[in-house]
């Protein structure tokens, strides 16, 4: 069973910036980001492959949200820069213990544990 922790939620200004991280007690094949905002479902946002860092993003964070690791640390982190109020959701750090393609497409199905999530709240 592997845990995740994430850490760096908070609250920021429109425009702003704010990095998450997420801490794994093991080593699994991918990690990625989701968030949900009050009243809608889950949605990906980033994922990243521990061995090879491929990464993939959703459009509408892409070029704002990279992700990256650092693998001594057993650590993903993502990057939010140029925030906005509809970035505001809860984020959620999961692993994905297999390879395939579900991972990398963002599939909530492919991501077998999850962390307890940090909120995320952008004023405008």
């Known amino acids: 069973q592997v845990q995740l922790v994430e850490s760096g939620g908070g609250l920021v200004q429109a425009g702003g910036s704010l990095r998450l991280s997420c801490a794994a007690s093991?080593?699994?094949?991918?990690m990625g980001w989701f968030r949900q905002a009050p009243g809608k479902e889950r949605e990906f946002v980033a994922a990243?492959?521990?061995?090879?860092?491929?990464?993939n993003y959703a459009d509408a964070v892409k070029g704002r949200f990279p992700i990256s690791k650092d693998n001594a640390k057993n650590t993903v982190y993502v990057q939010m820069n140029s925030l906005n109020p509809e970035d505001t959701a809860v984020y959620y750090c999961?692993?994905?213990?297999?390879?395939?393609?579900?991972?990398?497409?963002?599939?909530?199905?492919?991501?077998?544990?999850w962390g307890q999530g940090t909120q995320v709240t952008v004023s405008s």
């Open positions: 990243i492959s521990w061995s090879a860092g491929r990464t």
């Open positions: 999961a692993g994905a213990p297999f390879a395939g393609s579900w991972w990398f497409e963002g599939r909530p199905n492919a991501y077998n544990y």
């Open positions: 093991g080593r699994i094949y991918a």
